[in-house]
Nanobody, 120 residues
Framework: QVQLVESGGGSVQAGGSLRLSCAAS???????VGWFRQAPGKEREAIACIKPRGNTGYADSETGRFTISQDKSKNTLYLQMTNLKPEDTAIYYCAAGGTACLSGRTYMYWGQGTQVTVSS
């Protein structure tokens, strides 16, 4: 079992940046780990993942603005977000234990989510 706790969300103006963190209760190295988000009234969508060998994958829509990274020594996953837009407003979730990079249904463990609100 892995507990995941996100932090770093908040309110920011368009064009701003945020870095989300996801602290895991134990090592998550060697599994797919990723970030997802869900906006009000919309389905959950994938943002990015780190694959077991350490390479990354991104949803086409997020290329360039979002960067996923991992600090293995701290069992912590990060999502650096830049040039934020109002349409990025959503609850952001980290997940671990996946078997396919951008397929949320394959992930076993989820955090409780952190709210990101971007104003214009």
């Amino acid at each position: 079992q892995v507990q995941l706790v996100e932090s770093g969300g908040g309110s920011v103006q368009a064009g701003g940046s945020l870095r989300l963190s996801c602290a895991a209760s134990r090592t998550i190295v060697g599994t797919y780990v990723g970030w997802f988000r869900q906006a009000p009234g919309k389905e959950r969508e994938a943002i990015a993942c780190i694959k077991p060998r350490g390479n990354t994958g991104y949803a086409d829509s997020e290329t360039g603005r979002f960067t996923i990274s991992q600090d293995k020594s701290k069992n912590t996953l990060y999502l650096q977000m830049t040039n934020l837009k109002p349409e990025d407003t959503a609850i952001y979730y980290c997940a671990a234990g996946g078997t396919a990079c951008l397929s949320g249904r394959t992930y076993m463990y989820w955090g409780q989510g952190t709210q990101v609100t971007v104003s214009s």
